[in-house]
T-cell receptor, first 119, second 111 residues
Framework: GAVVSQHPSRVICKSGTSVKIECRSL??????MFWYRQFPKQSLMLMAT?????????EQGVEKDKFLINHASLTLSTLTVTSAHPEDSSFYIC???????????????FGDGTRLSIL | DAKTTQPPSMDCAEGRAANLPCNHS???????VYWYRQIHSQGPQYIIH???NNETNEMASLIITEDRKSSTLILPHATLRDTAVYYC????????????FGQGTTLQVKP
């Protein structure tokens, strides 16, 4: 089945550091990727939708200057948490869908997440 | 996408069938019912989806009521590795493709 790879799986860094997380679709072209954040004991919260070759669409309340998203190719989207602070510590998860996923109602595929800890 | 309602938690004995219910009374005609699960500290894993007819794959069966207002995910022989949070999502074809996750059902499979 389709595979989405997310890297790194875990990051621990100091406050004020910028952290980049990569999301790759390994065996299909992902025209759209989604970024989620999940706090302990809570559900996934959608942060933004990333479309290849265009600007990301952010959900209400998500700071676009804080969470920079780049989707430069059909297999790679990156999320950069800029000037991270302890409150940004969370589990970040990406998902991807192919060019015809919605028309064929095929499911989205998720990465295994990145656990970000800001000290 | 239509709102879904699931019980917050369920227990199941190992080897027995786990039946996880989901209500989606406002589901529209073009919305599918998708099930994902999330094992602790991992990303969600797709299980199964369906529109009207019951569906079965190697992981589970999906039973959708005739009026489509509810569905049940069945894990026929639950194992300890099936312990996870199970999410039921009603989702239709759209340009955005966004999936909105509710709180899901935490299934605890016990020995």
């Amino acid at each position: 089945g389709a595979v989405v790879s997310q890297h790194p799986s875990r990051v621990i860094c100091k406050s004020g550091t910028s952290v980049k997380i990569e999301c790759r679709s390994l065996d299909f072209q992902a025209t759209t990727m989604f970024w989620y954040r999940q706090f302990p004991k809570q559900s996934l919260m959608l942060m933004a939708t990333s479309n290849e070759g265009s600007k990301a669409t952010y959900e209400q309340g998500v700071e676009k200057d804080k969470f920079l998203i780049n989707h430069a190719s059909l297999t790679l989207s990156t999320l950069t948490v800029t000037s991270a602070h302890p409150e940004d510590s969370s589990f970040y998860i990406c998902s991807a869908r192919g060019a015809f996923s919605d028309k064929s109602n095929q499911p989205q595929h998720f990465g295994d997440g990145t656990r970000l800890s800001i000290l | 996408d239509a709102k879904t309602t699931q019980p917050p938690s369920m227990d199941c004995a190992e080897g027995r069938a786990a039946n996880l219910p989901c209500n989606h009374s406002t589901i529209s005609g073009n919305e599918y019912v998708y099930w994902y699960r999330q094992i602790h500290s991992q990303g969600p894993q797709y299980i199964i989806h369906g529109l009207k007819n019951n569906e079965t794959n190697e992981m589970a069966s999906l039973i959708i009521t005739e009026d489509r207002k509810s569905s049940t995910l069945i894990l026929p022989h639950a194992t300890l590795r099936d312990t996870a949070v199970y999410y039921c999502i009603a989702h239709g074809s759209s340009n955005t493709g966004k999936l909105i996750f509710g709180q899901g059902t935490t299934l605890q499979v016990k020995p």
